[in-house]
C-alpha cells in the first residue's frame, strides 16, 4: 500500500514552547490529510481535516489557533502544537486520501509535554 | 457526532482460539472498515467492505457487512501472538472522514 511517513516519532518540549509535526504522502499525492489525536488506552479523534492549498476544517472543539495546520503541497502537510501544555500530550496520528475511499496512516508522533 | 460501540473492549485469550468483535451504529453507513493498531504505531487497513452483507476474508481474518449496513464483525481464526494488538472498526462519515469505534485490545496468553 502506499506509504505515509510522519516526523518525528516522538518529541518532548517544554511547556509554553511549540513543537511542528510532519506527514508526508511518499509516492503518491493526497488530495487530503487528516490530523488525529489518540490519548492512552482511547480510541483515535479526528482533530482537523486538512485541504492543500485551503484552510483546515477544525473539528468541534478543537481550538485552531492551538494547532496550526499547515498544507502546503500535495505531499506535506503540518501540525505545529502552538504553546504547548501538559494536556496537550498524546500520540497525533495522520492520515492521507488519493481520492478513493482508502486511508493510509502515518506512523504516529508521541508528544510528551513536560 | 455519530458515535461506533465496538465490542468486547478487550479479549484475553489462549494462542489458538478463534477471536470474534463487532460495531454497531444507529446510523446506516456505505463502508466498514477494521483496521489493526500495534502499541507506538499508526492503525494499518485490514479489510474494507462496500457492500451489505458482504463478507470478505484476508487469510485468517473474516469481516462481514452487516445486512442492516449499521453493523458489522471482525472474525480471527486459531489466533497466534503477532495478532496481539488494538482492532478497531471504522466507518466513513461525510468527506472521507473516519470515524473510530472505541477499539478491542487483544490480549493472548502463549
Known amino acids: 500500500g502506499a506509504v505515509v511517513s510522519q516526523h518525528p516519532s516522538w518529541v518532548i518540549c517544554k511547556s509554553g514552547t511549540s513543537v511542528k509535526i510532519e506527514c508526508r504522502s511518499l509516492d503518491f499525492q493526497a488530495t487530503t490529510m487528516f490530523w488525529y489525536r489518540q490519548f492512552p488506552k482511547q480510541s483515535l479523534m479526528l482533530m482537523a481535516t486538512?485541504?492543500?492549498?485551503?484552510?483546515?476544517?477544525?473539528e468541534q472543539g478543537v481550538e485552531k489557533d492551538k494547532f496550526l495546520i499547515n498544507h502546503a503541497s500535495l505531499t506535506l502537510s503540518t501540525l505545529t502544537v502552538t504553546s504547548a501544555h501538559p494536556e496537550d500530550s498524546s500520540f497525533y496520528i495522520c492520515?492521507?486520501?488519493?481520492?478513493?475511499?482508502?486511508?493510509?496512516f502515518g506512523q504516529g508522533t508521541r508528544l510528551t509535554v513536560v | 457526532g455519530q458515535q461506533l460501540n465496538q465490542s468486547p473492549q478487550s479479549m484475553f485469550i489462549q494462542e489458538g482460539e478463534d477471536v470474534s468483535m463487532n460495531c454497531t451504529s444507529s446510523?446506516?453507513?456505505?463502508?466498514w472498515l477494521w483496521y489493526k493498531q500495534e502499541p507506538g504505531e499508526g492503525p494499518v487497513l485490514l479489510i474494507a467492505l462496500y457492500k451489505a452483507g458482504e463478507l470478505t476474508s484476508n487469510g485468517r481474518l473474516t469481516a462481514q457487512f452487516g445486512i442492516t449496513r449499521k453493523d458489522s464483525f471482525l472474525n480471527i481464526s486459531a489466533s497466534i501472538p503477532s495478532d496481539v494488538g488494538i482492532y478497531f472498526c471504522?466507518?466513513?462519515?461525510?468527506?472521507?472522514?473516519?470515524?473510530f469505534g472505541q477499539g478491542t485490545r487483544l490480549t493472548i496468553n502463549p
Open positions: 486538512s485541504n492543500e492549498g485551503s484552510k483546515a476544517t477544525y
Open positions: 492520515s492521507a486520501v488519493t481520492g478513493n475511499t482508502e486511508a493510509f
Open positions: 446510523s446506516i453507513f456505505n463502508t
Open positions: 471504522a466507518v466513513i462519515q461525510g468527506a472521507q472522514k473516519l470515524v
